[in-house]
Every structure is written in structure tokens, then in C-alpha cells.
């Protein structure tokens, strides 16, 4: 085959695979009435069992809600109103100053006036879309088209990144200003003093901040790379890059507290939902468990690319400057998030899809090193394709057959029928 024509081909494998995962990640209320050439694909896209209105979900649009009634001004009195109903609760719930993401519902609001609940569930269907396109971009730049394509496959099929785009939660939005801070600061590394990454990094350190107070645990991943790159050598650490790793973190704290009245206000706020948390009877039923806990989870929900990934590991040479890279900001940002009492859920590692899968195809592309060089690209094809449908099918088992809501252990396993109850035995 020529250069031309398989220059061609990969685009066009490439335009498939991403065209598939904005299909499945498309809102479910499109496939309800449908018209026109949905109703064709109704059959195709995997509706999600659960369309239950979680809690946070309410609360998200209760606060969507009243920013559309009483516009951005009205900010420090939501998070006022948040502080009293949150005193008088025995538990925990989620704070208004996850404001971009509520922010975002708000602005869809305004665009297009759809309902509060479906500004949200779009919002995070999109992002999830963001995401993907992010995420094969990245790909390309660390690895070239056969990563671009490999990574870009594997994340289509994820489970949780299809569970995300599905609900009206924050994980799937965090996700991709999570993934825009680590393909920023890669290529920061690699292009030292170029304003356009250092602004597009501070920019993305910003929006995790005001998006959910997980963004703590990506700047400690962040600061852990910047520290390992002494002897990894990724690329260049700069002061420039040093003062944006300080900065746009600032600068989202600084928006914040003026969001929420004041510093004081938002100390407060802070102080309240993370103290409440510790009483919280789902938070202390679910969110607890050994170190190992979200490596329990994730084999149950993607135990091929978990197998794979850890196998990666085992197979690292200093050379592979990416996986490396990976492999810490997983590793950096697992210690912290697996030593948080009452706060383990495996939403909160949606932003590991992407490293993961990188380490996997890593893997892969070791497998397929014992293969007789002419049957490399059809052993890569079915390697990928196999881990793709068994992904898949986990979703379907989980997330459509079973109406799957929560990410936590008792729910995955009663979705893959490991946990039964006795109405399974009639």
C-alpha cells in the first residue's frame, strides 16, 4: 500500500472511530421522540437504564435554576442559602461553587432555553464529546496517528466516560479541563516559554478550580511531574511555567471567593461540606475502603486496560517519556484521592480514562511485538477491537441492562450480577 492511500486510510479509521463516539455519547432524550435519521439509530445507541433524577442531580439544577432567576449577581446569596440549609443537615451536600459547571447549564439555558435538567445532561454529553477530541489530539502528539487512534478507540468504548456523558453530573465536564491542564502542561514541557501553552494551561488550571474542589488532587499530580521531570527529563521546567502552576490555581480561588461574598464566605463554605461529609450515612455506606479500592473498582469496570495498564508497569524503560508521564499523574493523584475518608467513587477517577488507556495500548503494542512482523497491524487491529468490544459490553451489562446510577462497589457488582438479590432468583 502506498504512503498516500495509507495516509488515507488512517484518517479515515480515525474519522469512524470518532464519529462513533460522539454518537453513543449523543444525550438520551434525542432518542426518545426521535425524527428524521435518528429514528433509524434509535436500536444502535445504548439507552441508559437508570433515568432516575439523582440527588446531586437535583441540586444541580435547583442551583441552574436559580442563576437563570436571579442572574450572576445573585452568586454570594446562593452560596448564603447553601450555608444555612447545609448547618441544619446532618450530611453533606454538594456546594454552588462548583459554579462552571453550573455556569455552563446556565449559558446553555440561555442559548438554546431548554429545560434546566437537559442543559445540564447536555452539558455533559458535549464536554464527554470535548473530551474525546482532546483526548485523540493529545494521543497524536505524544504517540502519532497509531496512538491518535489506538488511545482514541479505547476511550470511545470506555464505560464511565459513556456513563458520564449520560447524567447530569460534574465528573465528565471536570474530565476534560483535567485532561486540557495535562496535554497543556506536556506540551509546555516539551515547547518551554511558548505564551500560547503557558495561557492555555493556566487558563485550564483556572477552570478546574471553579469547576469541583477535586482540582486538588490534579495540581498535586501536576507539582509530582514537575518534580519527577528532574530525572525523567519530559522537557523543560521554566519559571514561566512554575508561576502558572501557581497562578491559574490562584486566579480560580480569587473568582471563587468572589462568587461566594468573600474569602470568609468561602472558607466557610469549604469547611462545611467537607466536615458534613464525615456524617453523611451513603458517604460512610459507600465512600470508604482499603487503598486498593478504586483498583477493585476499576476491574470490575474495565478489568482488560486495568490487566493491561498494570502490565504496562513492568515494561517501562526510561525512553518512554509519555507513559512515564501518565503513569505519575496517576499514581500522584491516586495517593491523595485513596486516603480521603468517606470519599471514594469511582466518578472521581473519571480523569484517569485517558492515562490508563494510554498505558494499555502501550501494553498492547508490546503483546503484538512477538507477532511476525507482516501480521503486526491485524494482530494491533484485533487487540484493539477485542478490548473496544469487551468495554462495550460491560457498559450494556452494567449501565443499560442493569439501570446503573452510582459508581460504587455494591452497584458494579450487582450491574455484572456478582451481588444478587432474591428477586434475580425468581
Known amino acids: 500500500m502506498s504512503a498516500h492511500r495509507l495516509l488515507n486510510s488512517r484518517f479515515i479509521a480515525l474519522a469512524i ?9 449523543l444525550p438520551p432524550a434525542l432518542f426518545q421522540k426521535p425524527e428524521g435519521p435518528l429514528r433509524s439509530l434509535v436500536a444502535l445507541h ?11 442531580e437535583a441540586l444541580y439544577r435547583d442551583y441552574t435554576d436559580k442563576l437563570i432567576r436571579f442572574g450572576l449577581i445573585s452568586y454570594p446569596e446562593i452560596v448564603e442559602r447553601y450555608r444555612e440549609k ?22 446553555w439555558h440561555q442559548l438554546f432555553g431548554s429545560a434546566t435538567l437537559s442543559c445540564l445532561k447536555n452539558v455533559s454529553a458535549v464536554f464527554t464529546m470535548f473530551t474525546l477530541l482532546l483526548v485523540t489530539v493529545f494521543a497524536a502528539r505524544v504517540g502519532g496517528f497509531c496512538y491518535a487512534i489506538g488511545v ?32 497543556s502542561l506536556w506540551e509546555n514541557l516539551r515547547a518551554p ?41 519530559f522537557g523543560t521546567v521554566t519559571r514561566e511555567l512554575l508561576l502558572a502552576t501557581v497562578v491559574g490555581p490562584t486566579l480560580g480561588v480569587v473568582l471563587l471567593g468572589m462568587l461566594a461574598g468573600g474569602a470568609g464566605p468561602l472558607i466557610a463554605t469549604y469547611q462545611l461540606s467537607v466536615s458534613k461529609n464525615y456524617e453523611l450515612k451513603y458517604a460512610i455506606l459507600t465512600g470508604d475502603g482499603p487503598w486498593h479500592r478504586y483498583l477493585v473498582d476499576l476491574m470490575l ?126
Open 193 to 233: 516559554k511558548d505564551w500560547r501553552w503557558l495561557l492555555l494551561y493556566t487558563v485550564a488550571l483556572t477552570a478546574t478550580i471553579l469547576t469541583k474542589e477535586n482540582a486538588f488532587f490534579v495540581w498535586v499530580a501536576v507539582v509530582a511531574i514537575l518534580i519527577a521531570n528532574h530525572w525523567l527529563k
Open 301 to 426: 469496570v474495565s478489568p482488560i486496560v486495568l490487566l493491561l495498564a498494570i502490565g504496562s508497569v513492568f515494561n517501562l524503560a526510561r525512553a518512554k517519556k509519555a507513559e512515564w508521564f501518565f503513569l505519575i499523574f496517576i499514581a500522584a493523584s491516586y495517593l491523595v484521592m485513596c486516603n480521603v475518608k468517606y470519599g471514594m467513587n469511582l466518578r472521581y477517577a473519571n480523569m484517569w480514562d485517558l492515562p490508563l488507556r494510554v498505558l494499555a495500548f502501550s501494553q498492547i503494542l508490546v503483546l503484538i511485538g512477538f507477532v511476525a512482523q507482516r501480521w503486526r497491524s491485524i494482530a494491533l487491529f484485533a487487540a484493539v477491537g477485542l478490548t473496544c468490544a469487551l468495554e462495550m459490553r460491560n457498559y450494556v451489562v452494567m449501565a443499560v441492562e442493569y439501570p446503573l446510577y452510582e459508581l460504587v462497589s455494591p452497584e458494579l457488582m450487582r450491574g455484572l450480577k456478582i451481588l444478587k438479590s432474591p428477586a434475580d432468583l425468581k
Open 46 to 56: 445504548p439507552q441508559p437504564g437508570s433515568d432516575q433524577l439523582g440527588f446531586d
Open 86 to 107: 447545609q448547618q441544619t443537615l446532618t450530611g453533606s451536600i454538594l456546594p454552588p461553587v462548583r459554579f462552571l459547571y453550573i455556569f455552563s447549564a446556565y449559558l
Open 152 to 183: 482514541g478507540a479505547l476511550i470511545v468504548f470506555a464505560p464511565t466516560q459513556l456513563h458520564m456523558s449520560q447524567h447530569a453530573l460534574v465528573d465528565g465536564f471536570f474530565t476534560f479541563w483535567a485532561m486540557l491542564v495535562l496535554w
Open 17 to 25: 472511530i470518532l464519529l462513533a463516539g460522539i454518537f453513543l455519547r
